[in-house]
């Protein structure tokens, strides 16, 4: 498709919290912006059904509810959303060049805000189990595992949440965690333990996900005493974390030894005109709070650059 | 501009079966998430397939037949039928050019 590049003053890469409030700012102060998101608007928040800690919301707000305000103030003020995958991006003087799977655009100042890829468990039957009983998203899926065994793998927050969500529905949740502690907050670990449902394996891993059709059973393996079992579930719920979506960045920009983009406190990376707010960042406490107020800064910069 | 229809399990084999047209049916629910992000890509599709393919939605939660005949166990699933069919399915949300790619082959073979 041989279209005319468009030119932006701000392009934008990620519609989570940290792009789509980067999107408030520079929109609302005049600057021409375009928002490239691969899925749809929202970022990973959408997996949770309640935000507890953002602040406004005593009584919590739904993931999709709150990205999907953020985007209409956005869009309110004139930014533009495309929906496709950043593939590139080239930086010649005050020029930036972002590339797309279907084109190209030109920008004075970038912001990336790409988050980080939930991490797969790569182990044998996940690929194939996906969608027949191996899930991404409790929020999603639990319905379909009413009154069924399902197994939970992770120790982080994201695991701690999904484990909960599933009690609406599932029988019993086994949560797996290759370590004896969890990573999750304090309260969080509280209201899991608390649960009459949810029962911990300890310093256990997945070897296997089996089954026919569908899921039926995993293979597990204590770390501590190698001896392996299997558990009947038709479920199984990957939570083991997330990575850093910079693989097409490596080249462009400079990156910490996880993946993240090295930035300064102005969120200026290591090329001039190119910003990094939320998750991806180096650092980052991997918040919705914390994303959106890397938004603002790298927005308010970007735009003294793109005027300077 | 054409919109994804919602229908129900008692329009299911009439709306998509039966139908000439291929149709590709979104199995959502109100409660996911992914499912409401995906449904704005899902109507810019609709638009640009508009005449070649008809675009309709299952609420999974008030229609879970059609949904396990179907061996859908996470949402959202994009299932294009032909002819009464089957022939792709596409599970959580993809990027659009991943989705016109599929749909496109979907389209060409037999
Ligand atoms: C289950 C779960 C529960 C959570 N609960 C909470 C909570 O209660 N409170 C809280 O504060 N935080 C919570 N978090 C963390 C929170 O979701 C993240 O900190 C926040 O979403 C980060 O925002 P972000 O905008 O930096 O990145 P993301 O939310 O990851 O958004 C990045 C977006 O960029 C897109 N993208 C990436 N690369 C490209 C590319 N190359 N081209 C185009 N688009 C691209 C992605 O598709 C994605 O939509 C939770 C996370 C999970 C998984």
Known sequence: MAESIKKYDVVIIGGGPAGLSAGIYTARARFSTLLIEKGGVGGQIINSEMVENYPGFPQGIGGI????AMHQQATKFGMETLYDEVTGIKASGKQKTVKTSQGQFTAKAVIIAGGADRLKLGVPGEKEFTGK???????????FFRDKAVAVVGGGNAAVTE??????????ITLIHRRNELR???IMQERIKADAKIKISWDTVV???LGDKAVEKIRLQNVKTRKESTLPVSGVFVAVGSQPATGYLKEVLKLDNVGAIIANDRLETSVPGIFAAGDIRSGSIRQVISAAGDGAIAAVNAGKYVSG | MSKPVEINEAKFEETVLKAKMPVLVDFWAPWCGPCRMVAPVVEELANEYEGKVSFVKVNVDDNPKTASQYGVMSIPTLIVF???QPVSNIVGFRPKPELKKNLDTALAAG
């Open chain 2, 82 to 84: 032909k002819n009464g």
């Open chain 1, 163 to 172: 484990a909960l969500e599933l009690t609406k529905f599932a029988s019993k």
């Open chain 1, 184 to 186: 999750a907050t304090q």
């Open chain 1, 207 to 209: 070897l296997e996900i």
């Open chain 1, 133 to 143: 009983g191996v899930s991404y998203c409790a929020t999603c899926d639990g319905a």
């Open chain 1, 65 to 68: 509810d709150l990205t999907q």
